[in-house]
């Protein structure tokens, strides 16, 4: 599970020339590369990218032409910005060749993201922002079977403008296990507090990803961060390990064991 923060990923080097690459603005329309903005909040990815997002790129060891020749170092593409669905298509590009590229901040973003990576024809780069550990909760660590009545989560940006945040707890694989809403929000948006949900059955041990959106005007919600909650007290049994020997179970009954 990724807990930390990450704007800066380096996937692939190297020195290659453009054989058959076309130059942004001329010839080879066949070389396309698609650019996406993702968002991960609490190590968790976005089905979509986010829209509208600013970005620019920089060919780091050759530059094409229109007919595919190698001119010179560091052509740039210029700012560039994702459309509603937080992609972009980009064609006449410098193909294959390392590129550099620097995704700005945004609504959902807010910090910068620099990424280097080997792009061939045809492929999609993800500029993933990664929005993780800005919040704490206490307490962090909770028995499955005596919750708190409640807990407070410190970070920052928490709003109650258009109704209580809400706080949606993410099994490990991903899946919404439960929700609940802030019952409190500080002035300076930096506190807030939740009952603790019904939860039934008990939750394993383990860490759970929780997830705190505000509510916006147009009746949605916001992500704004994350926590992790540590469960302790309920440890899965072990698996069965298979073995003959004992009487077998019919009926959808298993006779007691000595």
Not at 63 to 85: A, K, M, Y
């Amino acid at each position: 599970m990724k807990k930390r923060l990450i704007s800066i990923s380096i996937i692939a080097s190297g020195v290659v020339l453009c054989a058959s690459c076309g130059l942004l603005g001329g010839g080879g329309s066949s070389a396309v590369m698609t650019i996406t903005t993702p968002v991960v909040q609490v190590g968790l990815m976005q089905p979509q990218g986010e829209a509208n997002v600013n970005f620019d790129g920089l060919t780091l060891n050759s530059q094409c032409d229109s007919q595919g020749l190698v001119t010179n170092i560091g052509i740039q593409l210029g700012i560039q910005h994702t459309d509603s669905s937080g992609q972009k298509r980009l064609s006449e590009v410098c193909v294959p060749s390392s590129w550099s590229f620097h995704r700005f901040q945004s609504p959902h973003c807010n910090h910068d993201v620099f990424t280097s990576v080997f792009v061939n024809n045809g492929s999609v780069v993800p500029l993933t922002c990664t929005t993780v550990g800005q919040f704490s909760i206490s307490p962090g660590s909770s028995d499955a079977f005596s919750l708190p009545s409640s807990y407070t989560v410190s970070g920052q940006g928490f709003s109650a403008v258009y109704g209580m945040p809400r706080i949606d707890f993410y099994s490990y694989d991903g899946v919404v296990y439960t929700s609940a809403y802030a019952t409190w929000v500080s002035a300076d948006g930096t506190t807030l507090t939740f009952n603790t949900p019904a939860i039934s059955p008990p939750l394993v041990s383990g860490e759970y990803q929780i997830l705190i959106s505000n509510a916006t005007g147009g009746g949605n919600y916001d992500p704004m961060g994350g926590v992790i909650l540590q469960i302790t007290g309920n440890d899965p049994p072990p698996p069965d390990s298979g073995g003959g020997g004992g009487e077998s179970c019919s009926g959808g009954h298993c006779p007691d064991l000595p």
